[in-house]
């Protein structure tokens, strides 16, 4: 299946993606608590969706202590979407989720928490 095809690879993209964000959770709960770390989510979903149409239907949120992000566009779920705009659209959250980290806590920070988040990845540098 090329990256243009619609499938189920799509929705293997959104759940890779709500596990690395599930990961994070935990950190960001410590540093900013449940209503800031929503706060934090729905700015994250904000600022993609304008450049990302995948997203236009799309939430992201925690439910019973669990990041869930749902694609939906005109009803239709991820199943849906070519592969390549949810991929480009899932990378652009994260990338947005530690653009505003950088700019809230500064770029040390950043490093900080994604090293406890994710111990096994390089280091953040938004420069």
Wanted: proline share 3%.
């Amino acid at each position: 299946m090329s990256d243009g095809d619609i499938g189920p690879d799509a929705d293997r993209i959104v759940s890779v993606t709500a596990d690395l964000l599930q990961q994070a959770h935990h950190p960001l709960m410590q540093w900013f608590g449940a209503d800031g770390t929503s706060i934090l989510l729905d700015r994250v979903l904000d600022r993609t969706q304008d450049k990302h149409p995948v997203l236009s239907g799309a939430s992201m949120g925690v439910v019973d202590s669990t990041v869930q992000i749902c694609l939906k566009q005109d009803g239709v779920g991820v199943e849906h979407c070519q592969k390549a705009a949810v991929k480009e659209a899932m990378v652009a959250l994260i990338e947005a989720l530690l653009s505003l980290l950088s700019r809230l806590i500064g770029t040390d920070l950043v490093n900080r928490l994604t090293h406890e988040a994710w111990p096994h990845e390089t280091s953040y540098d938004d420069s």
